[in-house]
């Protein structure tokens, strides 16, 4: 069973897992999010997964670490997110078992901010028209533009600039309706936000 509520940690139901939970934390570091777990026992565990979302209902895998299997031991565990959203991050602890079967915990957040600041219009964008990232300031070096799906995965990669007026515009944008995630770049700074398409 989890321990006391701790600070950061998303409300949510506690359940129980085949490991004796200590704690599962988040902390910042630099440009990322640390996420540690420690563990006083497991008992047939195979791997644990963090998984992240950007609004606690679609989670992606971030990464794997492998467990103990058997222990009655205290067992201490990291894995660390390079590349936060800005904003708030929301990670769970999913636990596998040898057969396959797993568990989750309880939802925790972590906010991030280190940011180029910019905002998206319009937003919701009708698949096929044009967006438009505004920029609170005008960058010279060139940008890495992401955008992900709600899976976490790539569907558009590019190196852009902004124009005089501090803008980026993307034409005719082709996306299927959902939730997706723009990320802008430098070579020291990096933000995110939400688009969705209709």
């Known amino acids: 069973m989890f321990g006391p509520n701790i600070s950061g940690t998303f409300p ?3 359940v129980t897992l085949p490991i004796e939970l200590l704690y599962f934390n988040s902390s910042l570091s630099s440009e990322a999010i640390v996420l540690d777990w420690a563990t006083a026992t497991e ?3 195979d791997f644990f997964t963090i998984e992240k979302s950007i609004d606690a209902i679609n989670f992606y895998e971030l990464g794997n670490v492998q467990g103990k299997g058997n222990s009655t031991n205290t067992n201490y565990y990291s894995l ?3 590349n936060p959203y800005v904003g708030t991050n929301y990670y769970r602890l999913k636990q596998t078992d040898f057969n396959n079967q797993f568990k989750y915990s309880s939802i925790i957040s972590q906010d991030y901010q280190d940011a180029i600041n910019f905002s998206v219009y319009p937003n919701p964008l009708e698949n096929g028209n044009s967006l438009h990232i505004k920029c609170s300031e005008h960058h010279n070096t060139p940008l890495d533009l992401i955008i992900y799906n709600n899976l976490g995965q790539i569907i558009l ?3 852009v600039k902004t124009d005089s ?3 980026i515009k993307l034409n005719e944008l082709q996306l299927t309706a959902g939730l997706y995630v723009i990320k802008l770049k430098s070579e020291t700074k990096s933000s995110f936000a939400k ?3 209709e």
Do not use: F
């Open 12 to 14: 949510c139901n506690i």
């Open 43 to 45: 008992t047939n565990n």
């Open 80 to 82: 660390t997110d390079t």
């Open 157 to 159: 990669h590019k190196t």
């Open 165 to 167: 007026q501090n803008e």
């Open 195 to 197: 688009l969705i398409i």
